[in-house]
């Protein structure tokens, strides 16, 4: 007997190591009040209707679409005189434009809301597929339809939205205020964004935080929590590809050697996919389990409180779903493979690019040595593009300053919201203003069911008139809370 209490000694404290932080799990924290805003829904919907109707490519060298995106700067003027009236106004670069909303204290940092005007194009042959057309801007069933309705437009007329009505109200913020609206965001802004970050650069303007679009408030993405999950990112993963190149003695086919080029290339391709890039937890994704975890049932709990133990197995689950497995690895995509102009001839080279999305934490230097390491092929040439490849962020502190306001403004205007820090996965606008602000956020003032997101980019892009409103209603919050004392 006295030998099982022994055992039992440390059986009972490894018990309580494991529960008492599981308990500390499981208790939601206190949250702001809600607040009511009374908008006109209708009237808000016909506006970025209007924005919808004007088809704002991405600009290239070939089709710049200036007429576009003159038409949209003209439409903004119509559509909010006053804050045209109120606001400076500069145009960067060809149709970057920048706002300045003055502040009542100059000792107060200013703060940065970023959207972009530019939309990606129409597949042709997705057009049939489309319940209203792309461009039509249609308010049916609902939903305002079109190009740019999430991707980004939203954003952006309700930020002006919100703007006008404060206004109208004789509001004046304490706090400087300046919105960042580059152009050419879906192809790397470089000229919309950097031109943009480099004016403020220029003027000395170093903001509190910036916003731009990145994370959303989801439902039923994460089956285990019924509440809607509002993202707020606080780190960008990073961007780069590699191109991969193999050679080899053409010819004609009916002699082909023991290896061709494609061979070869699609070998090394198996290797490099067949070796992903090691799994791990980083600030931001820590951060997020922690704030769904009194949502999630108790083995979950378990397994999130108790990472010291159980962040194998942590890692194993997420990595089950595209979705989640983008949170905790360093990505690996091929995404172009090119090789032969003709069925009975042998091609001198064969080429694929693959694409990766660095975890924080991860440099692409790492990334290269990784993917020459994979691969253990001397005859494979590995090269990158620097001008098209981006570090990852650094992880911003999800219990700085400018975080607490965006999380204040979210419990106010969506009170059935868990608020939650996170990780953007792709690539926004905000890493050009890296330079010009302390802290970087990412989030988006909507709720996105889960057949939302394959609208981004994709068919039927949509945001319903409900959901548009409450973004408005979020961004006259965020507007007030930003100078609140």
Do not use: C
């Not at 083995?299 to 595209?322: C, D, E, K, M, S």
């Amino acid at each position: 007997m006295r030998y099982l209490l022994i055992l039992a000694v440390p059986v009972l404290l490894l018990g309580v190591a494991l529960l008492l932080p599981t308990m500390q799990a499981s208790t939601p924290a206190s949250r702001a009040a809600p607040v009511a805003i009374a908008v006109d829904d209708a009237a808000l919907a016909e506006h970025l209707a209007a924005a919808i109707r004007i088809a704002t490519v991405s600009p290239t060298a070939e089709l710049p679409n200036d007429a576009a995106f003159d038409a949209f700067a003209a439409l903004l003027q119509t559509q909010y005189p006053r804050a045209h009236a109120a606001l400076e106004l500069d145009t960067v670069d060809k149709h970057g434009l920048l706002y300045r909303w003055p502040g009542s204290d100059a000792e107060l940092a200013p703060v940065l809301l970023l959207a972009h005007q530019d939309v990606v194009p129409v597949e042709a042959a997705a057009l049939p597929r489309w319940q209203h057309a792309p461009f039509s801007g249609d308010v049916s069933d609902g939903y305002i339809w079109g190009r740019g309705t999430l991707d980004n437009k939203g954003n952006l007329i309700a930020q002006l939205e919100a703007v006008e009505a404060l206004l109208a109200q004789g509001y004046a913020p304490r706090r400087t205020l300046y919105f960042a609206y580059g152009y050419d965001e879906e192809t790397g802004g470089v000229h919309g964004a950097s031109e943009i970050a480099a004016v403020l650069e220029q003027r000395g303007v170093h903001a509190l935080f910036g916003v731009d679009e990145g994370g959303a408030i989801t439902q039923g993405v994460i089956k285990a929590v019924r509440a809607p999950i509002a993202s707020i990112m606080t780190a960008e993963k990073g961007y780069v590809s590699f191109e991969l190149l193999a050679h080899a003695a053409g010819g004609h086919s009916s002699m082909p050697p023991k290896v061709t080029a494609i061979g070869e290339l699609a070998r090394a391709i198996t290797q490099l996919e067949a070796a992903p890039m090691p799994a791990r937890l980083t600030a931001p994704v820590s951060g997020m389990l922690d704030a769904l975890a009194p949502s999630l049932p108790f083995a979950q709990r378990l397994a999130i409180a108790n990472r010291w133990l159980f962040a194998t197995v942590l890692l194993h689950q997420l990595a089950q779903a595209p979705v989640t497995n983008a949170l905790v690895r360093t990505t690996t995509a091929p995404t172009i493979f090119d090789a032969g102009v003709k069925d009975n001839v042998l091609p001198g080279e064969a080429r694929a690019v693959v694409n990766f999305r660095l975890l924080p934490g991860d440099t692409i230097a790492d990334v290269r040595a990784h993917v020459i390491a994979a691969i253990n092929d001397p005859a494979i040439t590995v090269r990158n593009d620097p001008q098209l490849s981006e570090e990852a962020s650094p992880d911003e502190d999800a219990g700085g300053p400018g975080f607490a306001i965006l999380r204040k403004t979210v419990e106010q205007i969506f009170p059935d919201a868990i608020v939650v820090p996170g990780l953007v996965v792709g690539a926004t606008d905000l890493r050009h203003y890296a330079d010009v602000m302390d802290a970087r956020y990412n989030f988006t003032p909507g709720r996105l069911q889960a057949d939302d997101l394959e609208r981004i980019h994709g068919v039927d892009e949509r945001v319903s008139v409900d959901e548009f409103a409450n973004m408005v209603r979020f961004y006259r919050q965020l507007l007030q809370n930003v100078s609140a004392p």
